[in-house]
C-alpha cells in the first residue's frame, strides 16, 4: 500500500532473483483491496513466472543458434537427418509403429529394410520425408498444409483417409472428439488462432497449438503425428531447437494432454527446460 496525499493505493508484489540481483515487479490493484485479491496474487504470480520463462527460452534460442551457426552446410544437412531419424522413430513409436530407433536408422541411411509389416516401413520413410520437407521450407501452419502433411503421411498406407477431415465421430479413450460437422470451422478457427498470435512466444505457441490441434481431433488417424510436425514447424520457423516426445515417456505426455491448456503448456515448458538446458549455459 502506498499513500499519496492522504490516498491509499494498493499494489501486488513479487520479488525474485535474476543474475545474481533481486528484481521486484508489481501491480496496481486499486484505490480497494480487490474481494478476489488471493485469485489476482496467483494470476500476477503466473505472469511473472511465465516472464521468467520466456527469458529462458530466449536464452535457448540464442544458445541453440550460436550452436548451429558454427556448422558447416554439409554437418548441418546430417545434423537434421539425424534429428529426423530421432524424431520419426518417437512420434510412430507412440502411434503403435514395431520399427526400433536402430531399424528406423539402417532403413533410413542404408535402404535397408527390416522383417517388420510393410505399413510401419512406409509410414517411417514417408515421415522422414515430411519432417525435412518441413525443415526446409518452413511453411506457417495453414489449411492446405497440413492436410498435404496428413497425405503425405499416409498416402502409402491409409489411402481412404490421407489428407481428408474425418466425417464421422471418433473417440480417444474416454475423451470424445468435436462432431465432424465442426471440424472444418474448428480447425479454421485454429489456423486463425496460429496466424494472429505470432507474436506469442514460440514455445508457448507450439505447445498451445499442439494441444488445441490434438482436441479437435480432425483426422480418422495420424492426428498426434500431424500435430507434433505442427509445434515443431512453429519452433523451427522461429529458429528454436525442436522438442521430440520421446516413445519412453509418453504416458505424462497422455496425462498432460489429458488435462487444461494452461497445464499442457507447464507440461511442454518443463519439458522444453529439460531437454535443451545445455543451451542455458551458452549465453
Known amino acids: 500500500m502506498r499513500v499519496i496525499k492522504r490516498k491509499k493505493y494498493y499494489y501486488i508484489q513479487h520479488s525474485f532473483r535474476k ?8 501491480k496496481y490493484l486499486g484505490k480497494t483491496i480487490p474481494p478476489d485479491i488471493e485469485v489476482a496474487k496467483q494470476f500476477f504470480l503466473e505472469e511473472c513466472n511465465k516472464a521468467n520463462l520466456f527469458v529462458l527460452f530466449e536464452k535457448i534460442r540464442k544458445g541453440f543458434q550460436k550452436e548451429w551457426n558454427k556448422y558447416p552446410n554439409s554437418i548441418k544437412e546430417k545434423v537434421k537427418e539425424q534429428i529426423a531419424i530421432a524424431f520419426t522413430y ?12 536402430e531399424e528406423t536408422r539402417e532403413l533410413i541411411e542404408n535402404d535397408i529394410a527390416p522383417n517388420k509389416p510393410l505399413k510401419d516401413i512406409k ?25 498435404k502433411w496428413h497425405k503425405e503421411l499416409f498416402k502409402n498406407t491409409k489411402k481412404d483417409i490421407a489428407g481428408k477431415l474425418r466425417d464421422y465421430l471418433v473417440r480417444v479413450g474416454d475423451y470424445r472428439a468435436p462432431d465432424w460437422q465442426d471440424v472444418e470451422s474448428l480447425i479454421k478457427g485454429f489456423i486463425k488462432f496460429c496466424q494472429t498470435n505470432k ?30 510436425l505442427i509445434m515443431n514447424s512453429i519452433l523451427w520457423r522461429n529458429k528454436y531447437p ?42
Open 90 to 101: 518417437n512420434t510412430n513409436a507412440i502411434e503403435g509403429s514395431t520399427i526400433t530407433l
Open 199 to 228: 507474436k506469442m512466444n514460440p514455445v508457448e505457441l507450439a505447445a498451445r497449438a499442439h494441444y488445441k490441434f490434438e482436441k479437435i481431433h480432425p483426422f480418422g488417424d495420424g492426428n498426434g503425428r500431424v500435430g507434433r
Open 19 to 26: 543474475r545474481g540481483k533481486v528484481v521486484t515487479k508489481e
Open 123 to 147: 509410414e517411417t520413410e514417408d515421415h522422414v520425408k515430411v519432417f525435412l520437407e518441413m525443415l526446409k521450407k518452413r511453411e506457417d501452419v495453414d489449411f492446405h498444409t497440413i492436410l
Open 242 to 283: 525442436l522438442i521430440i516426445i520421446e516413445y519412453q515417456k509418453r504416458k505424462s505426455y497422455y496425462k498432460a494432454l489429458r488435462k487444461d491448456e494452461n497445464q499442457f503448456f507447464n507440461y511442454f515448458a518443463r519439458r522444453y527446460l529439460s531437454i535443451h538446458k545445455k543451451y542455458l549455459k551458452q549465453i
